[in-house]
């Protein structure tokens, strides 16, 4: 089993910044592809943005530019930077690993952005 726990989330102002984190751990072998999630109240979990275990790394159109993935294999730790936030960024974020095409989920991080 893969375990993932997302740190990082809070309240921002608009324009802000935040830096979350999500720490893998139990079996990580093979984990091949990592990514991040989120969910608005009232609406459907979304990709943010994912990358492989070689560097590869896909978003979502909208975020382009404002939100960066990354990932530590050393510390097995994936990263999501993102910058410029605004209102409608705020939901709960999730941290998501594919492990010899099995899904696994932390238990999500919230994000508010609001002045």
């Known amino acids: 089993q893969v375990q993932l726990v997302e740190s990082g989330g809070g309240l921002v102002q608009p324009g802000g910044s935040l830096r979350l984190s999500c720490a893998a751990s139990?079996?990580?072998?093979?984990?091949?592809?990592m990514a991040w999630y989120r969910q608005a109240p009232g609406k459907q979990r979304e990709l943010v943005a994912g990358i492989t275990n070689t560097g590869q790394t896909n978003y979502a159109d909208s975020l382009k530019g404002r939100f960066a993935i990354s990932r530590d294999n050393a510390k097995d730790t994936m990263y999501l930077q993102m910058n410029s936030l605004k209102p409608e960024d705020t939901a709960v974020y999730y941290c998501?690993?594919?492990?010899?095409?099995?899904?696994?989920w932390g238990q999500g991080t919230q994000v508010t952005v609001s002045s």
């Open positions: 139990g079996v990580i072998f093979g984990i091949n592809y």
């Open positions: 998501n690993a594919v492990r010899f095409s099995m899904g696994f």
